[in-house]
């Protein structure tokens, strides 16, 4: 533990290290935690898992003195991150038996408002720290010190003005600390506004480019549910990760895998923070191997064992591309990014490809595919998807023989594998597609309430 003696942390901090079985600091924390430590306001480009939590939270539990009010705040975009940043505070600074309150929506305010009572140290979600300013439940005048975590997620969540009544009402004198993935002009806005005269620091990505490989299939949109039940019935690794653009999507995503006795859950910003923290209670320990989701999870969370991150539906840019594949390949782990193109996901993929950075290889979609069955019903078509039993109803065995699906798109034949930046020409027709409903007989005879379909 020598390593971190010399960052200038203290005695009962490198034994709570040692005994959490911290052996190195990592890049982050070597270049941030002497500066923290010396007061200097830190503007850091790190990824997610490279350790900044103890990068900045050692520092602070240091300097924090027990029964002084609030003087840290630590700033957060999700609820998530809010729960799994508060715990690594509440871990490292009890020796001192500081008390740290975890703040976020969608929970009661008269509890947080007792933990608020007696807190020093403060994490929360900005929506939710405004609420109890403006209520007076929560008085920010002794901060000393400020931060920002994924600081990018924040603004790209629409919270700038929320971010900056909450650094207007901290006092002036304070030390102030930024990370984030990327610095855009709104991070640098922030900190040329908020900040004095920030130390810059920045790592390398925590995913090992070396042990991360990257395909893509151009599927047709009639059978990539089937693609993503044929590829995750063959898989044999760790954690698996299905990103999808919608709480829609992600539910009838996870719902069919289900019925399909592949063993998913869903997790996204319209379950309750208690139903949330269950979902990934059981990921993270393994008793569901499947997590689809929304970029609610793609952020912040320290989430072990990945081994496979599909995107089912493409992210839009290559921002979003990075931050989905991360995590996995990580901590010296081999992993893999397979990401569904259909027609819909053409014009996103085409952006993430702008990236010359990003290389991803083309892959045939195979030709032993089974139809499988799927379920829409008429609640999931207006925003939700209400579970039914349909296990065991697969599709008859057709499957897509021998098709060549390394189709090109517009004038000189190149593919996506050839980085092609224009897709001009439509698809050609795979067929006509099966649309007859489950319920049988004429299709005007009777109401029905949902349909099936094979996909």
Do not use: W
Request: charged share 25%.
């Amino acid at each position: 533990m020598e390593s971190f003696r010399k960052l200038g942390l203290s005695e009962p901090i490198i034994k709570l290290m040692e005994e959490s079985k911290f052996k190195e600091p990592s890049e982050i924390q070597e270049k941030t935690i002497p500066l923290a430590i010396a007061g200097k306001d830190v503007i850091g480009g790190s990824a997610t898992g490279s350790g900044k939590t103890l990068a900045f939270g050692a520092p602070i539990i240091q300097h924090v003195e027990k029964g002084k009010g609030i003087q840290a705040l630590i700033l957060v975009p999700t609820r998530e991150l809010a729960e799994q940043v508060g715990r690594v505070f509440q871990t490292f600074s009890s020796y001192k038996q500081l008390r740290t309150s975890i703040i976020y929506g969608g929970v009661g305010m008269s509890p947080q408002v007792y933990d608020l009572g007696r807190a020093e140290i403060v994490v929360g979600t900005p929506g939710r720290i405004l609420d109890h300013m403006q209520r007076g439940t929560l008085n920010l005048k002794h901060i000393n010190t400020l931060v920002l975590d994924e600081a990018d997620r924040m603004l790209d969540m629409g919270f700038i003005e929320d971010v900056e009544k909450i650094i207007n009402a901290c006092p002036k004198q304070r030390q102030t600390m930024l990370f984030s993935a990327t610095i855009s002009h709104d991070i640098e806005h922030i900190a040329k506004k908020h900040m004095n005269k920030p130390e810059y620091v920045s790592v390398e990505s925590h995913v090992d480019p070396s042990l991360l490989k990257q395909v893509y299939y151009d599927v047709p949109k009639e059978s990539k549910f089937s693609l993503l039940v044929h590829l995750l019935g063959k898989e044999q690794a760790g954690l698996v990760m299905v990103f999808c653009n919608t709480r829609v999507n992600t539910d009838f995503v996870a719902n069919n895998l289900i019925k399909n006795r592949i063993d998913a859950i869903a997790i996204h910003g319209g379950l309750t923070q208690q139903k949330r923290d269950r979902i990934m209670s059981s990921f993270r320990s393994g008793r569901v191997y499947v997590l689809v989701c929304t970029d609610v999870a793609a952020r912040g969370l320290d989430i072990k064992n990945v081994s496979h991150v599909y995107n089912y539906d493409s992210p839009k840019n290559s921002k979003e591309y990075i931050h989905r594949i991360g995590r996995t390949a990580r901590a010296g782990k081999d992993g893999i990014a397979i990401s569904l193109v259909s027609q819909r996901d053409y014009e996103s993929f085409r952006n993430v490809l702008m990236d010359d950075s990003i290389k991803v290889e083309q892959i045939p979609v195979p030709t032993d595919i089974q139809r499988v069955f799927v379920r829409f019903d008429s609640h999931e078509r207006r925003g939700g998807f209400r579970s039914r039993d349909m296990s065991d109803r697969r599709g008859g065995g057709r499957s897509f023989g021998g098709r060549d699906n390394r189709r090109s798109y517009g004038s000189g034949g190149r593919s996506f594998g050839e980085r092609s930046r224009s897709f001009g020409g439509r698809r050609s027709s795979f067929g006509q597609r099966d649309n007859r409903r489950s319920s049988g007989g004429d299709r005007n005879s009777r109401p029905r309430r949902s349909f099936g379909r094979r996909y």
